[in-house]
């Protein structure tokens, strides 16, 4: 939508048959594309969506913004990139620019996309220029959007990287020019590892308060009050979505490859691993003993508030936590109807104990409040009221 606003014709290829049906049906599936938005770039003929690959060969820009998630042994799983990459190359038109958006480690443009593409290109597409410039989205965030979050673009030679800029810049307030593509990939990396290590330090930082009888919001509101050299982070369930409690690992596993280790990551994911089992165990101890099957209800499952994305939860953890250690869950969240195939119930379902995970728009605890309900609050949402416990 973007690339529309600055008057490019789009088209958007997803093997996902049912999603280009809705997208060209009108229905946005991205949260912060709303349906008029949609609906009118599609009437105005700037915009729309195929499963056909061979409509890349009209393009003379293609992106590709495939996932990068992790496989069963949590190491990067390419498959999808790899599956994108084929599929565009025979299509590929003489002179395209060809930029990868999807999160990976340094080498992924040069080592397996380029390779590909070279191998399966049309023989008369003699010149392709390549690109990085990492996806920067915070969904939800009403302030910084794909427009005005500076985007890192590093290319493989100077004319990629001329025509890199000139179409980020078309799309996006600033580009920012770094000399490779591994550069702009170590780089996305970094950003995302940094905001791992940082909430594992706060919640690691919590337990330690909480044993020393102190408030760690509080502590941080206070550390927050120094102008220079401190970012507050909040403790929290854990890390979720399909970035920050991936991506890290796409760093330790490079870093293996390279004959090295990255410990500390590897510290702090295990740090913000152990969270569900911590949260779990506060909130349990605020049961009536006697009672053996403690019914726990958990507000908010979406792994941040305002979002109903589910990837990578740590929810997910709590759950099979509370569940292992003998309890009943049931969880509400007004913007996940359904989870793990079971739909969200309604806040006066009778728990022994409520766990708010995640603060969700249009979420009514004040009603749980109002019956007398203990409550873990994992949001430093709940101030001030008999019966709420903050982390
Ligand atoms: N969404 C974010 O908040 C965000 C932020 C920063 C970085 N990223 C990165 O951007 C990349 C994409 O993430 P996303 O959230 O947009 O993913 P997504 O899951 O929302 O969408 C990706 C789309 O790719 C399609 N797809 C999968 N394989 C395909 C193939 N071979 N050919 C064509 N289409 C295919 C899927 O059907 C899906 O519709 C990832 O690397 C992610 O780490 C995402």
């Given amino acids: 939508m973007a690339a529309v606003d600055a008057g490019w014709t789009v088209i958007g290829v997803d093997n996902f048959e049912a999603k280009v049906a809705m997208i060209n049906g009108g229905l946005s599936p991205v949260e912060d594309i709303s349906n008029p938005q949609l609906q009118a770039a599609i009437a105005k003929g700037v915009y729309k969506a195929t499963t056909d690959y061979s409509s890349v060969s009209q393009a003379s820009v293609i992106t590709i913004c495939v996932p990068t998630p992790l496989d069963g042994k949590r190491q990067p799983d390419l498959s999808l990139l790899r599956s994108a990459a084929r599929g565009i190359a025979p299509f590929v038109s003489n002179k395209t620019l060809v930029v990868s958006e999807s999160t990976s480690y340094p080498g992924t443009l040069r080592d397996i996309i380029i390779p590909l593409i070279n191998s399966l290109k049309p023989e008369d597409s003699s010149t392709i220029y390549f690109a990085s410039a990492p996806e920067r989205v915070n969904p939800g965030d009403p302030v910084w959007n794909q427009k005005n979050t500076p985007r890192l673009i590093g290319s493989i030679d100077k004319e990629s990287q001329q025509r890199a800029i000139t179409f980020y810049e078309s799309i996006c307030d600033a580009a920012v020019s770094v000399s490779t593509p ?210």
């Fill in 182 to 391: 591994e550069v702009a990939e170590a780089a996305k990396l970094l950003e995302n590892t940094f905001r791992l290590v940082n909430i594992a330090l706060i919640n690691e930082f919590t337990q330690l308060c909480t044993a020393g009888g102190i408030n760690v919001n509080e502590v941080i509101d206070a550390a927050a009050s120094k102008p220079y050299g401190f970012m507050p982070f909040r403790p929290g369930v854990g890390v979720g979505g399909h970035c920050i409690p991936v991506d890290p690992l796409y760093l330790t596993w490079w870093a293996r490859q390279n004959g090295g280790r990255a410990p500390f990551v590897e510290l702090a994911d295990s740090i913000n691993h152990q969270m569900p089992k911590y949260i779990a165990e506060r909130a349990l101890s605020m049961v009536d003993t006697e009672i053996r099957n403690p019914r726990v209800l958990i507000l908010g499952v979406a792994y941040k508030s305002g979002v109903s994305d589910v990837r990578e939860t740590p929810v997910s953890e709590l759950r099979d936590y509370l569940k292992a250690q003998g309890a009943e869950v049931a969880w509400h969240d007004p913007l996940v109807p359904v989870w793990g195939g079971l739909d969200s119930v309604e806040l006066d379902w009778d728990c022994d104990v409520a766990i708010l995970a995640t603060k969700q728009p249009g979420m009514k605890f004040k009603r749980l409040i109002d019956r007398g309900v203990n409550i873990l609050d994992c949001t430093n949402s709940i101030i001030g009221q008999a019966g709420v416990s903050s982390l």
